[in-house]
Nanobody
């Protein structure tokens, strides 16, 4: 299993970024996926999760209305569209694979992470 994130970087407050996670080594369309983040000195936290079909999603309260998770099963890729970014969104963002089709399953694989910095 390989999960490779891209799209991180430096953005000003109020700006947008789209993270991508290219997956390989498993049947992508059979598994739920999720994004986590970890800020310096803080624990890793769930940002958003999506079921295997994309028909069900879940968001942390802190990002609802600003961040959208989606997936393209034909491209084996999961996305995180982040809008109206705030300095408190600064963190390393990790793509993760769930062990089943629903995001209630545990995470069994992690990507290497991509840095998102929101600063003026």
């Amino acid at each position: 299993v390989q999960l490779v994130e891209s799209g991180g970087g430096l953005v000003q407050p109020g700006g947008s970024l789209r993270l991508s996670c290219a997956a390989s080594g498993f049947t992508f369309s059979n598994y739920a996926m999720s994004w986590y983040r970890q800020a310096p000195g803080k624990e890793r936290e769930l940002v958003a999760a999506i079921s295997s079909t994309g028909g069900s999603t879940k968001y942390a309260d802190s990002v609802k209305g600003r961040i959208i998770i989606s997936r393209d099963n034909a491209k084996n890729t999961v996305y995180l569209q982040m809008n109206s970014l705030k300095p408190e969104d600064t963190a390393v963002y990790y793509c993760s694979k769930r062990a089943g089709s629903n995001y209630s399953w545990r995470v069994d694989y992690w990507g290497q992470g991509t840095q998102v910095t929101v600063s003026s």
